[in-house]
């Protein structure tokens, strides 16, 4: 089954603690990003990667690392948690083939917080 | 103001009844996406619009790019379409593109 698996579901830790919520697509996508959800706000990119090796900030990259060493995976790093980093993430995926409008498939989320 | 406004922010509809959510932005554009996210937080891609007019089943998708303007349809509403509704447009150029989204429309069907 085609799908974009994000792991953990839940998280809640303390500040400071360093932290990575993985994100894993079976769909051979060139195209990943990472979201963070908060109320009033909507969506917000935090970064994206056009392929292995390339990645660029998004609109709200502060605090935030991330790393396309496969195809297929696009962990998100939280080096230093801060409770104003409390959301909930969502990891998507899509092909980057030419044109690059494709749909978006999106993993279940990921509810963290920092406490 | 925000490039991406969605409204209504709230909708409270009868089963049964059309649905209108509409979209407007204010930046040149490549493709705006409906999405669907259900009280369990699931994300899923309704549409994805360059142009024109999609139809999935009771949902039809609309664009004018010339107004900068999508909107929404539901048909035949149910109450298995109660959901947050977000559009999201991409912008700027391959290798450089960028996904705005609006805050979402919370529709609530009752029986």
């Known amino acids: 089954e085609a799908q974009v698996t994000q792991n953990p579901r839940y998280l809640i830790t303390v500040t400071g603690k360093k932290l990575t919520v993985t994100c894993s697509q079976n769909m051979n996508h060139e195209y990943m990003s990472w979201y963070r959800q908060d109320p009033g706000l909507g969506l917000r990119q935090i970064y994206y990667s056009m392929n292995v090796e390339v990645t660029d900030k998004g609109d709200v990259p502060e605090g935030y690392k991330v790393s396309r060493k496969e195809k297929r995976n696009f962990p998100l790093i939280l080096e230093s948690p801060s409770p104003n980093q409390t959301s909930l993430y969502f990891c998507?995926?899509?092909?980057?083939?030419?044109?690059?409008?494709?749909?978006?498939?999106f993993g279940n989320g990921t509810r963290l917080t920092v406490t | 103001k925000n490039e991406v406004e969605q409204s209504p922010q709230n909708l409270t509809a009868q089963e049964g009844e059309f649905i209108t959510i509409n979209c407007s932005y204010s930046v040149g554009i490549s493709a705006l996406h409906w999405l669907q996210q259900h009280p369990g937080g699931g994300i899923v891609s309704l549409f994805m619009l360059s142009s024109g007019k999609k139809k999935h089943g009771r949902l039809i998708a609309t664009i004018n790019i010339q107004e900068k303007h999508s909107s929404l349809h539901i048909t035949a509403s149910h109450p298995r379409d109660s959901a947050v509704y977000i559009c999201?447009?991409?912008?700027?150029?391959?290798?450089?593109?960028?996904?705005?989204f609006g805050t979402g429309t919370r529709l609530t069907i009752i029986p």
């Open positions: 998507a995926s899509s092909p980057a083939s030419l044109p690059w409008y494709s749909p978006l498939h």
């Open positions: 999201a447009v991409r912008s700027g150029n391959f290798g450089n593109e960028k996904l705005t």
